[in-house]
Protein backbone atom coordinates (compact mmCIF):
# COMPACT_ATOMS: atom_id res chain seq x y z
CA UNK A 1 0.00 0.00 0.00
CA UNK A 2 1.10 3.33 -1.01
CA UNK A 3 1.96 5.78 2.14
CA UNK A 4 3.44 9.52 1.89
CA UNK A 5 3.84 11.02 5.38
CA UNK A 6 5.36 14.83 5.54
CA UNK A 7 6.74 16.00 8.75
CA UNK A 8 8.85 19.50 9.28
CA UNK A 9 6.51 22.26 9.58
CA UNK A 10 6.51 24.55 12.12
CA UNK A 11 6.61 28.65 12.96
CA UNK A 12 9.20 30.18 11.54
CA UNK A 13 10.15 33.92 11.18
CA UNK A 14 10.36 35.20 7.74
CA UNK A 15 14.20 35.16 5.79
CA UNK A 16 14.09 31.67 8.03
CA UNK A 17 14.12 28.37 6.59
CA UNK A 18 13.03 25.30 6.53
CA UNK A 19 13.73 21.82 5.74
CA UNK A 20 10.43 19.25 4.81
CA UNK A 21 10.45 15.82 4.98
CA UNK A 22 8.08 12.69 2.53
CA UNK A 23 8.68 9.26 3.81
CA UNK A 24 7.40 7.28 1.05
CA UNK A 25 6.12 3.10 2.08
CA UNK A 26 4.60 1.13 -0.78
CA UNK A 27 7.15 1.86 -3.24
CA UNK A 28 10.85 2.45 -3.67
CA UNK A 29 12.39 5.65 -4.65
CA UNK A 30 12.99 5.96 -7.83
CA UNK A 31 10.14 4.08 -9.42
CA UNK A 32 7.53 7.50 -9.15
CA UNK A 33 7.60 10.90 -9.17
CA UNK A 34 7.38 12.89 -6.05
CA UNK A 35 5.78 16.40 -5.97
CA UNK A 36 5.10 18.99 -3.41
CA UNK A 37 2.25 21.31 -3.48
CA UNK A 38 0.94 23.76 -1.20
CA UNK A 39 -2.25 24.91 0.26
CA UNK A 40 -2.96 28.36 1.67
CA UNK A 41 -5.58 30.01 3.40
CA UNK A 42 -8.04 31.32 1.19
CA UNK A 43 -6.80 29.90 -2.05
CA UNK A 44 -6.58 26.86 -3.74
CA UNK A 45 -3.91 24.23 -3.81
CA UNK A 46 -0.89 25.00 -5.96
CA UNK A 47 1.90 23.15 -7.25
CA UNK A 48 5.85 24.23 -6.23
CA UNK A 49 8.03 21.67 -7.26
CA UNK A 50 8.38 17.88 -8.14
CA UNK A 51 11.32 15.40 -8.99
CA UNK A 52 11.40 12.26 -11.12
CA UNK A 53 13.24 10.13 -8.93
CA UNK A 54 14.68 7.48 -10.98
CA UNK A 55 16.59 10.46 -13.20
CA UNK A 56 17.06 13.11 -10.10
CA UNK A 57 15.43 15.53 -12.89
CA UNK A 58 13.94 18.34 -10.75
CA UNK A 59 11.15 20.98 -11.67
CA UNK A 60 10.20 24.41 -9.92
CA UNK A 61 7.18 26.64 -10.61
CA UNK A 62 8.16 30.53 -10.76
CA UNK A 63 7.32 31.07 -7.28
CA UNK A 64 9.16 29.31 -5.70
CA UNK A 65 11.92 29.13 -7.94
CA UNK A 66 15.25 29.95 -6.71
CA UNK A 67 14.21 29.32 -2.73
CA UNK A 68 12.92 26.05 -2.48
CA UNK A 69 14.74 22.98 -3.20
CA UNK A 70 14.29 19.33 -3.82
CA UNK A 71 16.81 16.46 -2.97
CA UNK A 72 16.27 12.96 -1.67
CA UNK A 73 17.23 9.89 0.16
CA UNK A 74 17.02 6.98 -1.32
CA UNK A 75 18.39 5.20 1.76
CA UNK A 76 15.58 6.13 3.85
CA UNK A 77 13.11 6.45 0.92
CA UNK A 78 12.69 10.20 1.65
CA UNK A 79 12.02 13.08 -0.02
CA UNK A 80 13.13 16.66 1.13
CA UNK A 81 11.91 20.04 0.50
CA UNK A 82 14.24 22.75 1.42
CA UNK A 83 12.58 25.86 2.09
CA UNK A 84 14.72 28.79 1.94
CA UNK A 85 14.42 32.86 2.66
CA UNK A 86 10.33 32.21 3.88
CA UNK A 87 7.99 34.69 3.58
CA UNK A 88 4.64 35.28 5.23
CA UNK A 89 3.21 34.91 1.62
CA UNK A 90 4.51 30.93 1.67
CA UNK A 91 2.42 30.12 5.18
CA UNK A 92 -0.01 27.11 4.03
CA UNK A 93 0.03 23.19 4.37
CA UNK A 94 2.49 21.41 2.72
CA UNK A 95 1.52 18.11 0.70
CA UNK A 96 3.71 15.90 -1.06
CA UNK A 97 1.82 13.31 -3.80
CA UNK A 98 2.62 10.78 -6.43
CA UNK A 99 0.87 10.47 -9.57
CA UNK A 100 1.78 7.01 -9.65
CA UNK A 101 4.49 6.91 -12.46
CA UNK A 102 7.58 8.72 -12.76
CA UNK A 103 6.69 11.96 -14.36
CA UNK A 104 5.88 15.12 -12.95
CA UNK A 105 2.97 16.55 -13.50
CA UNK A 106 -0.39 18.52 -12.54
CA UNK A 107 -2.03 18.35 -9.53
CA UNK A 108 -4.78 16.46 -10.98
CA UNK A 109 -2.99 13.43 -12.45
CA UNK A 110 -1.57 12.86 -8.22
CA UNK A 111 -3.19 9.91 -7.38
CA UNK A 112 -1.57 9.42 -3.76
CA UNK A 113 -1.19 12.29 -1.18
CA UNK A 114 -0.19 12.58 2.24
CA UNK A 115 -1.82 14.25 5.11
CA UNK A 116 0.42 17.58 5.16
CA UNK A 117 2.36 19.57 7.11
CA UNK A 118 2.03 23.32 8.30
CA UNK A 119 4.21 25.79 8.08
CA UNK A 120 3.95 29.08 9.18
CA UNK A 121 5.96 32.23 8.38
CA UNK A 122 5.15 34.66 10.83
CA UNK A 123 7.29 37.09 13.09
Known amino acids: QVQLVESGGELVPPGGSLRLSCTASGFSLGSFAIAWFRHAPGKEREGGSCMSTATGSTYYTDSVKGRFTISMDVANNTVYLHLNNLEPEDTAIYYC????????????????WGKGTLVIVSS
Open 97 to 112: ATPGNDYCSGILSMIY
